[in-house]
């Protein structure tokens, strides 16, 4: 698993939030059926991106409610009214379903 630290002077609040939602990041980018591991070695420029989106997103208590649930559909369109790296991230889900069908044939 990924890990990172954040290192932030607000307040103990501030940097839980931080450290949730990087950790809901994995979770997201896991159902999407993307390898946190691979993705921020492969493009680490977009994965900070998506990162910093996770630590400030407003939204945390809905997108945990959301990975909670075992039945958890990214095709599902629900989330990205809310999700900030939404479409980042099924950008890049059909770009590896891609290259994955391609590599099979």
């Given at each position: 698993?990924?890990?990172?630290t ?11 939030r ?8 994995l979770?997201?980018?896991?159902a999407?059926g ?11 420029f977009?994965?900070?991106k ?11 208590k ?11 559909d ?7 009214d ?7 991230l ?16």
């Amino acid at each position: 698993m990924l890990a990172y630290t954040v290192h932030d002077q607000h307040s103990p609040r501030t940097e839980k939030r931080h450290s949730r939602g990087g950790d809901l990041l994995l979770k997201r980018m896991r159902a999407h059926g993307l390898d946190p591991n691979w993705f921020s070695l492969a493009e680490p420029f977009m994965f900070s991106k998506l990162r910093s989106n996770c630590t400030t997103c407003k939204k945390v208590k809905r997108c945990a409610l959301d990975l909670s649930n075992d039945g958890f559909d990214p095709g599902r369109p629900g989330w990205r009214d809310y999700c900030p790296s939404g479409a980042m991230l099924k950008f890049y889900r059909a770009v590896v379903s891609f290259y994955w069908r391609a590599e099979q044939s």
